[in-house]
T-cell receptor
Framework: EAQVTQNPRYLITVTGKKLTVTCSQN?????MSWYRQDPGLGLRQIYY???????DKGDVPEGYKVSRKEKRNFPLILESPSPNQTSLYFC?????????????FGDGTRLSIL | AQKVTQAQTEISVVEKEDVTLDCVYE???????LFWYKQPPSGELVFLIR??????QNEISGRYSWNFQKSTSSFNFTITASQVVDSAVYFC?????????????FGKGTRLSVIA
């Protein structure tokens, strides 16, 4: 089954404790992206990757890191999480980024930073 | 800059009523794509439809229909004979044609509650 898989689905942690949210897709997609969803703000892009080894900042990258060493994986790293990073996070992928490709989303990761 | 406005924050309807979700967009590009996504209470995002800027034909899929009007920069979504399972947050989104990164720009969503 074609899918984008995120782990964990839920995480409660404390300020400053490094964490990684994994994202993996099995559709051989070139483009991957991370979004965060906050009440009243909709979804905003954090980072994206056009292809392996190419990543760049989205609209709200502060406090996050990513890497794209393999096509299928695109982990999101919070080196020193803070409470303002409490949010619902989505990983997404599409075959290419030409604007017309629907993005396939993972089921989301709900992070609570205390 | 691209922008999507969903003016309706929340809508409640009684089952079997028709309901229209509004979406107004802004872009400077002549080639762009519009999307609707559904987010049910379980939280995942489900792709519903994509429309490109050169295709203004309305589309119908079962009880769902979409009205794209470039003259008013709108891409409205109508659910006919709503059902409780339609209860969800619906997002309209826009992307511009590009070889570089143009992220999906989402509206803030409309929460639809269908009451039995």
């Amino acid at each position: 089954e074609a899918q984008v898989t995120q782990n964990p689905r839920y995480l409660i942690t404390v300020t400053g404790k490094k964490l990684t949210v994994t994202c993996s897709q099995n559709m051989n997609h070139e483009y991957m992206s991370w979004y965060r969803q906050d009440p009243g703000l909709g979804l905003r892009q954090i980072y994206y990757s056009m292809n392996v080894e190419v990543t760049d900042k989205g609209d709200v990258p502060e406090g996050y890191k990513v890497s794209r060493k393999e096509k299928r994986n695109f982990p999101l790293i919070l080196e020193s999480p803070s409470p303002n990073q409490t949010s619902l996070y989505f990983c997404a992928s599409s075959l290419y980024w030409t604007g017309d490709q629907p993005q396939h989303f993972g089921d989301g990761t709900r992070l609570s930073i205390l | 800059a691209q922008k999507v406005t969903q003016a309706q924050t929340e809508i409640s309807v009684v089952e079997k009523e028709d309901v229209t979700l509004d979406c107004v967009y802004e872009t400077r590009d002549t080639t762009y794509y519009l999307f609707w996504y559904k987010q049910p209470p379980s939280g995942e995002l489900v792709f519903l439809i994509r429309r490109n800027s050169f295709d203004e034909q309305n589309e119908i899929s079962g009880r769902y229909s979409w009205n794209f009007q470039k003259s008013t920069s709108s891409f409205n979504f109508t659910i006919t004979a709503s059902q409780v399972v339609d209860s969800a947050v619906y997002f309209c989104a826009l992307s511009e044609a590009s070889s570089g990164n143009t992220p999906l720009v989402f509206g803030k969503g409309t929460r639809l509650s269908v009451i039995a």
